[in-house]
């Protein structure tokens, strides 16, 4: 266990807001939280759980404890003529874990290639790209109680997942941190090739699917559309996409025919976030050092220098221009820590 006082945190969340925390711990395995249950100066602290800090936003200095898990380490629990299952340690990077299961010819997260994060956050938010959620592959995952030491497996029923939710967003939730991921992976060529921007590239390009090309393919297509943190300060997708019901949906149709969108289950649509942004003209905005990717609209950004607090105030107005125009609530995927 490493802990770090007044630590710079820069570095440490993806949108690059210059903040730090009064302390900094990384826990590696069950004896570290065994000692943080036993340690009076920890119980007393506020804590707050962190990955790679690729989907929050610091709107000011952090006083307290930033807990980060650098669990590491796979292993295999069993396998079947078509499956294995693997566990994972949940301070791994996910796309690090992704290209493991690449070239390892498992079948299952090639889509959700080149997300950042880690897989203990992966399990939190439920990423999801291309049409694959990793809940989806998700069978347990092993969380402890930083408060009482108490051990629980979670199955995947007990996550509750649902679009970018689990149990573990829930404040009641908030003292279990994740040591151990378990994932199932097919062995037998299984894709899900069915999103519109995957399947137009590989039809475009007459690629025939594979494990590597469908992976290249999506990092090519993320890359295009997303800026890369090292050099422009982002935390990927800032909006979750709005679900609406069929009647608002059919209303917003009438008014904006090309409105795109994805059929749900029970007959709401999703709306992408980042369409309803661009027509209210936010794409390629800047203000100072904020602004929005000129090539997402759904892509909030630090030019360089900014604060937390602009960030969030360009947000706010996005979601009341948003609201104004269409009578649609946007949500902040990014978690904001203050």
């Keep these: 266990m490493e802990i770090k006082q ?6 440490r969340n993806t949108f690059g807001i210059a903040a730090q925390t009064d302390w900094w711990i990384d826990y590696t395995c069950d004896a570290d939280i065994d ?12 804590v707050q759980t962190i990955g790679e800090g690729s989907n929050l936003l610091f709107l000011a200095n952090f006083h307290g404890i930033l807990l980060h898990s650098d669990v590491q380490g796979i292993t295999e ?15 791994m990077v996910w796309d690090d874990f992704v290209a493991y299961t690449v070239e390892q010819g498992y079948y299952g997260a090639e889509n959700l290639s080149l997300i950042p994060g880690q ?20 069978v347990a995952v092993h969380a402890r109680n930083y408060r009482t030491g108490e051990t629980r497996v979670f199955s995947v029923k007990d996550c509750r997942y649902a679009y970018r939710y689990s149990i573990f967003k829930e404040p009641d939730y908030a003292e279990w941190v994740i040591m151990y ?43 295009s559309k997303l800026p890369d943190p090292a050099t422009v300060g982002n935390a990927g997708s800032f909006f979750v996409n709005p679900v609406v019901s069929a009647d608002k949906y059919a209303t917003l149709q009438a008014d904006y025919p090309s409105i795109p969108s994805y059929p749900q289950p029970d007959g709401s649509a999703k709306v992408p976030a980042g369409w309803l942004i ?25 030019h360089g220098g ?12 996005i979601i009341g221009r948003v609201r104004e125009r269409f009578g649609i609530e946007l949500h902040p995927e990014v978690k904001y820590i203050l």
């Design 6 to 11: 007044n630590y710079p945190l820069s570095e």
């Design 77 to 91: 629990l069993n396998r079947d003529a078509d499956s294995i299952t693997l566990r994972v340690g949940s301070g």
């Design 35 to 46: 000692r943080l249950v036993k340690d009076e100066f920890f119980q007393e602290c506020r």
């Design 306 to 317: 900014a604060t937390g607090t602009q960030v969030a105030a360009l947000a706010e107005e």
């Design 278 to 302: 661009e027509q209210c003209g936010y794409k390629g905005h800047r203000d100072g050092a904020v602004g929005v990717y000129e090539h997402q609209a759904l892509v909030l950004v630090n």
């Design 119 to 138: 897989v203990g956050a992966a399990a939190v938010q439920n990423i999801g790209a291309y049409g694959v959620e990793v809940s989806q592959l998700i």
């Design 181 to 223: 991921v378990d994932l199932r992976l097919q062995l037998t060529p299984s894709f899900s090739l069915e999103y519109t921007a995957l399947s137009k590239v590989l039809a475009e390009e007459q690629t025939t699917p594979s494990l590597r090309t469908v992976r290249d393919t999506i990092i090519r297509i993320r890359r």
